[in-house]
């Protein structure tokens, strides 16, 4: 069964962060960045599609071994078309309350507490599974 998955990202943190500049996020495919934004886009989104296989998720935007799937959210500086990687988020795919609906939305709020991109495992009240 085909699972979508809509990340919406809330309270961008801006486009320059410690040294860096013209700070993007998207979601990562594989090794590479999807649906780059800059990191000042007020409402962006990501849609995904992921597969449940007996109780499994897969499909190229899922990461880690059986059991501890997630997507990440990958956050670097564009320069010259070139995207380099500083950190990333993960959201935990054992976490989606529902994974038998068709549809479900994360909402990701994308600053921590800091004012600093949001990273590492993202948990309630950062990420909401509404």
Known sequence: MDLQIL???T??????????????????????????VPADTAAPQWPLTVRVVAGDFRGPAVQGRRGERFVYLTWG??????????????????????????SVTARVDLTDERGMPRCARLRAPALAWP
């Open 7 to 9: 990340v919406r990202g």
């Open 11 to 36: 309270d961008p943190p801006g486009r320059t962060f410690a040294s860096y500049g013209d700070v993007h996020v998207g979601v990562q495919v594989d090794r590479d960045p999807f649906g780059m």
């Open 77 to 102: 500086e564009l320069r010259g078309g070139t995207f380099t990687m500083f950190r990333r988020a993960k959201l935990m795919l054992l976490d989606v309350p529902d994974p038998d609906r068709p």
